[in-house]
Structure formats: C-alpha cells, structure tokens
T-cell receptor, first 109, second 113 residues
Framework: KNEVEQSPQNLTAQEGEFITINCSYSVGISALHWLQQHPGGGIVSLFMLSSGKKKHGRLIATINIQEKHSSLHITASHPRDSAVYICAVTQGGSEKLVFGKGTKLTVNP | KAGVTQTPRYLIKTRGQQVTLSCSPISGHRSVSWYQQTPGQGLQFLFEYFSETQRNKGNFPGRFSGRQFSNSRSEMNVSTLELGDSALYLC????????????FGPGTRLTVL
C-alpha cells in the first residue's frame, strides 16, 4: 500500500463544476503539499498545510490530521484548470517527501 | 525574484555514459531537493542538500549522487546510465527544509538510448 493515496486517478468535469480531489496518508507528517503539474512538466506548489484550511482564489485545501486526510476543492472549474494534481507529504522526523500518484483532471468547455 | 532554473532542459545519452544536471535555486533558498519522475513510478525523492551537506537521501543506487556549492547551486550526477534512468529530473528549492513551500524548476528531460 502506498503511503500517500489519491482519488480519483482521473477526473473529467464540465466547465463550472465543483471538483474535489482526495488524499489519504498513512504516516506521521509535518506538512502536506498540493502541487499542480501541467503538460510539459512544470510543477507549481498550490498549498502547503499542516492544519485547517487554506484558500487561494477558486482553490481550497483542507486537512484533517486525526483522519490523515486532505481534500483539494476547485470551485467554478475552468478548462485552464486541466492538469495533474499531486498530493505530497513531508514525513515527520525524516522530512522525506512522499508523493501520491496524482489525479489527472480534464475540464471540458 | 528569478525562479528555480535547471540546465540543460533536454539531454540524450547512451547506456554506460554519465551525466551531470544543474540546478540554481531561488536566491536566499538554502535547501535544494532532487526528484525523479517516471510514468511508472511517479515522483520519487532522490536527495536533499542544505548548506553544502546532503541532509537526506531516497532509495536510489549509488550511481546517483549530488553536491551543493556555497552559493546553494546544486548538481546531480548519474554514472553508468541505464535505460531505466530515462526520466524527468526535477529540482526544488525552499528556504530551509522540505516542510517549507517547495519551488520547482522546469526539469531536465533525460533520455537514455
């Protein structure tokens, strides 16, 4: 079992839909990261969380430390949101960064 | 501030050769981490450097090595290349550690023939 599990693996939505991507982890962490990767490879860090909730524009990230679960929400989705979204955790102690396999999001106009 | 830069962006090598990739972090960032991304394994941590010292290492063979210079620029080296080393190699910098926000470079696409 992977230390970081994401669901779904693939997600197709219509423009304007509300989107949720989930991330569960099985190790103690000091931080959780949500990353966005567009075709071509560039990765952008969207959020870094250790507790609670963060919001940036149409993106919201939440984390529940007790349940070892995080969600990334996109409100009013747009085709430019099409990308792979990757959840990663910084393991407590070792600070090793462990990645989920990613969720490929396609938003159709 | 300029972002993280990586050179070269693309590289083609043959089996048995060695390769050196370079990463320049954001000014003021002292932690540089290297990652390998392949379609099968996804993103995997290679190693992290902080103040010229390797602070942590992933589960990769000794053919993969790196170093960091006093200006925080980092290089990674892969010796005796294998076909399976074909991947996108990404570096990321942060202020102090991987618990801080990671800023990724564009990556170096390595193809081993």
């Amino acid at each position: 079992k992977n230390e970081v599990e994401q669901s779904p693996q693939n997600l197709t939505a219509q423009e304007g839909e509300f989107i949720t991507i989930n991330c569960s982890y099985s190790v103690g962490i000091s931080a959780l990261h949500w990353l966005q990767q567009h075709p071509g490879g560039g990765i952008v860090s969207l959020f870094m969380l250790s507790s609670g909730k963060k919001k940036h524009g149409r993106l919201i990230a939440t984390i529940n430390i007790q349940e070892k679960h995080s969600s990334l929400h996109i409100t009013a989705s747009h085709p430019r949101d099409s990308a792979v979204y990757i959840c990663a955790v910084t393991q407590g102690g070792s600070e090793k960064l462990v990645f989920g396999k990613g969720t490929k999001l396609t938003v159709n106009p | 501030k300029a972002g993280v830069t990586q050179t070269p962006r693309y590289l083609i090598k043959t089996r048995g050769q060695q390769v050196t990739l370079s990463c320049s972090p954001i000014s003021g960032h002292r932690s540089v981490s290297w990652y390998q991304q392949t379609p099968g394994q996804g993103l995997q941590f290679l190693f992290e450097y902080f103040s010229e010292t390797q602070r942590n290492k992933g589960n990769f063979p000794g053919r993969f090595s790196g170093r960091q210079f006093s200006n925080s620029r980092s290089e990674m080296n892969v010796s005796t290349l294998e076909l399976g080393d074909s991947a996108l190699y990404l570096c990321a910098s942060s202020l102090r550690s991987r618990a801080d926000t990671q800023y990724f470079g564009p990556g170096t696409r390595l193809t081993v023939l």
